[in-house]
T-cell receptor
């Protein structure tokens, strides 16, 4: 069964350092999502790509976070510099498209996530 | 941003009982609703999606949707200890991104 791949699975860093996460979506999935999940909360969308284009990055802290999906396949999320409050699970998800038809969203499938701890 | 609300729990039920998980949402025009299960330290796993009013059954799971009341629920029949997890309700926001808005989740504990 096809899965979303993410690496690393765990990352410990010190504040002010740079960190990067990688995601490879399910083959053929045009839409890719990066979420952040703080303990005890639901995932919150950081950025959404349709192929190589950003569709929504309204919740991405652009002063320190950046994301790219240069060839419309795999994607990288970067944080520089990391802050203590960035400690969270970073989840990547993918879907065939953003929606099946007007009004009906496509199912999103999640990777295993990257757990980040900033010291 | 539109909201999705869930009772954080924990909801504790005995093994074999029916667990009922509830979710309300604020965006009246939302059309797509999803239930994900998340074990501690793991990523969300899709259980069910529902798009039309009424019930949708899949094995021991039944999703119920009432758009007029802006309410979606998940019933788990014959609950097993392995069902103990956090259940996340997610709703598509009706804009150009169709992004998912997640609730904070309800923690379910199934007692042996």
């Amino acid at each position: 069964e096809a899965e979303v791949a993410q690496s690393p699975r765990y990352k410990i860093t010190e504040k002010s350092q740079a960190v990067a996460f990688w995601c490879d979506p399910i083959s053929g999935h045009a839409t890719l999502y990066w979420y952040r999940q703080i303990l005890g909360q639901g995932p919150e969308l950081l950025v959404q790509f349709q192929d190589e284009s950003v569709v929504d990055d309204s919740q991405l802290p652009k002063d320190r976070f950046s994301a790219e999906r240069l060839k419309g396949v795999d994607s990288t999320l970067k944080i520089q510099p990391a802050e203590l409050g960035d400690s969270a699970m970073y989840l990547c998800a993918s879907s065939l498209a953003a929606f099946k038809l007007a009004g009906v969203g496509e199912t999103q499938y999640f990777g295993p996530g990257t757990r980040l701890l900033v010291l | 941003q539109k909201e999705v609300e869930q009772n954080s729990g924990p909801l504790s039920v005995p093994e074999g009982a029916i667990a009922s998980l509830n979710c309300t949402y604020s965006d009246r025009v939302s059309q797509s609703f999803f239930w994900y299960r998340q074990y501690s330290g793991k990523s969300p796993e899709l259980i069910m999606s529902i798009y039309s009013n009424g019930d949708k059954e899949d094995g021991r799971f039944t999703a119920q949707l009432n758009k007029a009341s802006q309410y979606v629920s998940l019933l788990i029949r014959d609950s097993q200890p392995s069902d103990s997890a956090t259940y996340l309700c997610a709703v598509n926001q009706m804009d150009s991104s169709y992004k998912l808005i997640f609730g904070s989740g309800t923690r379910l504990l199934v007692r042996p």
